[in-house]
């Protein structure tokens, strides 16, 4: 099954991005947006820094996202049928707080090889640019992976504020989302999102990437779902999905996945970020 048409592939293959993709409705947002509530005022501590990333380690909801049919029908489209879940990742902006992404390409750092991968941000409110959505650099994944400074800014959302400087920010556009649709990005394309200058949150959960079964992590260790087809090539690790919010032995290996997580994203660098 492939669910992206002719022009959706052909703006991914020209652009390095597709948006906007329907996906869930309005009533399937709420629950996603109350389960993270829910989270928060139970477990504060749960979803910060970097128990932000794997939330569906941990929670039915988020898990049931991860697999969600038409997401998948379209991830398909661009990666083959044989499609595992390799990470996720909660990007939350607050309200007037000063958090922002730099501009980046995904590969920089994530370890994917070969780039049979996609990314998928799922909006979970409305992503627009006051409220500080991504700008994608159309076309920059036709180039050259980047040189990026760590800057280690401390508003920046990016675990070592790794930077591609000189953007052309005309040849810039904003993925402007409705809450419930999806963007799947290019592994390559450069991009990032400024502040969120509202007084709502914006929130984007971000399957950080679904890979193609062929494809190794080269610099450390991922823990993956089956989403569809098969793993011919059994490079990972497969978790067991969740049953229950906050099972504590989810909670244990959702902790032991991040730790993983982090000696991938902060390898060779200089200090430690708060991601
Ligand atoms: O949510 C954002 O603003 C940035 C997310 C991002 O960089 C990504 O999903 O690759």
Known sequence: MSCLNAKQLKDYEDQGFVAPIDILTAEEVKKIKEEIEYIEKKWPNE??????????????????????????DAVESIIGKDILVGGTTLFIKDPDRKGFVSWHQDAKYIGFEPYNWVTAWLAITDANEENGCMRMWTGSHKEK???????????????????????????????ILKAGQLSLHHPMIVH?????????????????????????????????????????????????????????????????????????????AKKIGKY
């Open 47 to 72: 979803l910060v820094g970097l128990g932000r990333n794997n939330v569906h380690y941990i929670s039915p909801v988020f898990d049931q996202v991860c697999h969600n049919s038409k997401i998948l």
């Open 145 to 175: 992976i980047k040189d990026h400074k760590d800057t280690y800014d401390e508003n920046n959302l990016l675990t070592r504020g790794q930077t591609v400087q000189d953007v052309p920010i005309e040849k810039t556009t904003p993925n």
């Open 192 to 268: 990032g999102s400024g502040p969120n200058k509202t007084n709502q949150r914006r929130i984007g959960f971000v399957i950080q990437s679904y890979i193609g079964a062929n494809v190794d992590q080269v610099l450390g260790k991922i823990f993956v779902h089956q989403a569809r087809g098969k793993d011919t090539f059994k490079y990972h690790e497969h978790a067991k999905r969740p049953f229950e919010l906050m099972n504590k032995n989810d909670m244990i290996f959702k902790n032991k996945a991040n730790e993983e997580l982090a000696k991938i994203f902060y390898k060779d």
